[in-house]
């Protein structure tokens, strides 16, 4: 119990001792009157003579680790509560309100006191660098603990849960009355801008002047309100909040999203800064964040809120009846959608756009059609798909994709929580175009290895796998690499007869981001033998977002398990595109199969016949089979599969690779 009767609503601690980074000792207590009697709330803060224990969590509205262990604190503060431990959150970010402070608190649930730190001072005075950060403090006032919650949520980091919990493993110590084991840890989350004497500068870029027009046209897109960005950059205020974090995700590459070496081709959509970016902002920032002349700033360009697409949509899908439900925290599955759009006739698609409900949860999504039978496929069935940032797919004059009759669209929607419950309810829009002005249908090939194995502890295993197959006079437009959370790198290679030349290079690959790198000329595919992938993945301790570094890892759909694959954007000649798609034989015992397929067959059977009946059922198969292709591996349609029906599917899946 803490007995001083220096302690008060007015000064959370006599000592916040520990500096947050550096390891420095700040050894005078919070000044009187430092902290404010009452929470932005408006409630009075807690008696904190009585506590045994205060944890103080510095938070922002803007930064997603920090709202994520904004919640977490307060589950913690519940936890411990009966046992005297109080929770006390502090925001001394400066481009934070306490308006929007309390709103956040309300947003995410919050129960305990919310502090505007005004001024920065309690931040200054215990050396707080990074919201996302804690201290603990014991009942004389001392830190016992400073750094990060626990290690499930960082920059570009979110596991299923976490594997260490340092800031409860230090509750547990301080209240067992020995000394904590881990005092320190380094902090996550946002980098807190501080003001800092300047000296005159007169060529110091301006905010006006140089910063702005940056922005807009680099950063805007997804950084403004309802995108995807956690913060906007149209403000004078907001940007010099949030400068030196700026800097930060510029030096590490982190932003903007670009992943491509650039040795390696070129591409149309690539995202880079201009050189001396990084250098100018440190000089507006060294100069004190100059303003300049606001009315000058350029009028920044206009963005379409919904649809991006040269027109309103001729069809419009949402992948559901009502919206999904994505809880406040954890790691949510992959959810599949099914949805009809009413394709009564053959459809031509020259353009699309998936529109997330809520883009802050929605990490990407793609859109698959699946037909009534096998011969309708082409390719994988890919229709568009979303990732931050990513623009409307839009096909050049003649292009389009086919869409079968009657067929349905297929979402596959990957969700990542953002600290409160909230509903996300994704649509597809499409524009058509009449049959009679097709000369080039679009496919969407794959190159994959299903067949793989990466050991425990493996830092750099390749998997590689290849593309052989496409019509004649085709060129190549694009290309998506996709791998999960152990994935290394991937590089793309093309194969002539003279030689190979790297088509595609990313040597740190990003889960966060599933990029689509569009070639800035269309790739002729007469001469290429052959496409090749290398898929490096990382299932070492080392990869901080590992989520099993002990365990044998293969392929599946979730994102603890992994796959090998790139989309590869193809236009052939409308007339080569559908030739030669074999129909599926329908009787048992038809033409011999192919080893491969027979391979893929039995492996498939040993999945998911689970009770040896030489049939498979729905109830036996996975929700993505069953949601995808179910229907078209029926091919009889009475309800099971049969090896014969897998061996034929498997022959055409050879074909069409």
């Known amino acids: 119990m803490i ?66 262990y904004a919640v977490r604190l307060g589950e913690i503060g519940e936890r411990f509560a009966d046992r005297g431990i109080v929770v006390i959150g502090v925001d001394s970010n400066p481009q934070d309100s306490a308006e929007e402070l309390a709103a956040t608190g309300r947003e995410l649930g919050i129960g305990y006191a919310l502090v505007r730190d005004d001024g920065q001072r309690i931040a200054r005075h215990v050396g707080a660098t990074r919201t996302g950060g804690v201290v603990l403090l014991d009942g004389a006032g001392s830190v016992v603990y400073s750094g990060r919650v626990d290690d499930q949520f960082a920059p570009g980091l979110a596991r299923p849960a976490p594997t260490s919990e340092e800031l409860v493993a230090a509750i547990g110590d301080l ?89 390696h081709g070129s591409f149309r959509n690539a995202r880079v800064l201009p050189p001396g970016t990084i250098d100018l902002f440190k000089r507006w920032i060294a100069a004190g964040h100059p303003e300049g002349d606001l009315a000058a700033i350029p009028r920044p360009p206009e963005f379409a809120s919904g649809w991006r697409l040269p027109r309103r949509p001729d069809i419009d899908v949402a992948m559901a009846p009502a919206p999904f439900a994505v809880p406040a925290s954890g790691a949510v599955e992959y959810q599949y959608f099914v949805a009809d759009p009413q ?38 069935g890919l229709v568009s798909a979303y990732v931050p940032g990513q623009r409307a797919t839009t096909f050049p004059p003649g292009h389009a994709r086919r869409l079968p009759k009657r067929a349905k669209f297929v979402f596959q929607m990957h969700y990542t929580p953002i600290g409160t419950p909230v509903g996300d309810l994704s649509r597809i829009g499409l524009l058509t175009i009449p049959a009679a002005e097709v000369t080039h249908e679009v496919l ?11 050991p425990p502890g493996a830092a750099a295993h390749e998997v590689r796998a290849e593309l052989g197959r496409w019509p004649a006079g085709s060129t190549l437009l694009a290309v998506s690499p996709h791998m999960h959370l152990r994935g290394r790198a991937f590089r793309v290679e093309v194969v002539r007869a003279d030689g190979r030349e790297v088509l595609l290079d990313v040597p740190r690959y990003d889960f966060n981001w599933q990029h689509t790198y569009e070639l800035s000329a269309p790739l002729p595919l007469d ?51 559908g030739v030669e798609r074999p129909r599926r034989r329908r009787t048992e015992g038809a033409a011999a199969a192919s080893p491969a397929a027979e391979q893929r067959a039995e492996a498939f059977f040993a999945r998911f016949d689970g009770d040896r009946d030489g049939v498979v059922t729905r109830a036996e198969s996975a929700r993505i089979i069953r949601d995808f292709a179910f229907a078209a591996l029926d091919a009889d349609g009475d309800g099971t599969i049969t090896r014969t029906e897998m061996i034929d599917a498997a022959g055409v899946r050879d074909r069409d690779r």
């Open 175 to 263: 209240l067992a009355g020995r000394p904590v084991a881990l005092a320190r840890t380094e902090p996550v989350g946002c980098l807190i801008t501080f003001g800092r004497p300047t000296e005159p500068a007169p060529d110091a870029p301006t905010f006006a002047g140089a910063i702005a027009p940056l922005l807009q046209q680099h950063c805007l897109e997804c950084h403004r309100p309802g995108e995807i960005g956690p913060f906007g950059v149209s403000d004078y205020e907001e940007v010099k909040g949030w400068s030196e974090m700026m800097v930060e995700v510029m030096e590490q590459g982190r932003m903007p999203p670009w992943h491509a070496d650039p040795a």
């Open 3 to 68: 007995r001083d009767p220096g302690w008060s609503r007015a000064a959370v601690a006599l000592a916040l001792l520990v500096v947050l980074v550096g390891g420095g000792v700040a050894a005078a207590p919070l000044p009187e009157g430092m902290l404010p009697s009452t929470s932005v709330t408006g409630t009075p803060l807690p008696d904190l003579s009585q506590s045994r224990g205060v944890v103080i969590g510095f938070l922002g509205v803007g930064c997603p680790v920090a709202r994520q």
């Open 444 to 454: 969407t090939l794959a190159a994959l290895e299903q067949d793989f194995e990466i």
């Open 343 to 380: 394709l009564t006739e053959e459809t031509w698609v020259s353009a699309a756009q998936v529109v997330p409900g809520t883009p802050s949860v929605v990490h990407h999504a793609i859109v698959f059609a699946r037909p009534d039978s096998l011969a309708d496929f082409r390719g994988t």
């Open 527 to 577: 001469d290429v033998e052959r496409v090749e992938i290398v898929a490096v993945f990382d299932n070492s301790a080392g990869n901080p977002v590992n989520p099993a570094p002990g365990e044998t890892v293969m392929w599946g759909d979730q994102t603890w398990e992994e796959m090998a694959l790139a989309f590869f954007e193809v236009a052939a000649p409308r007339d080569a595109a």
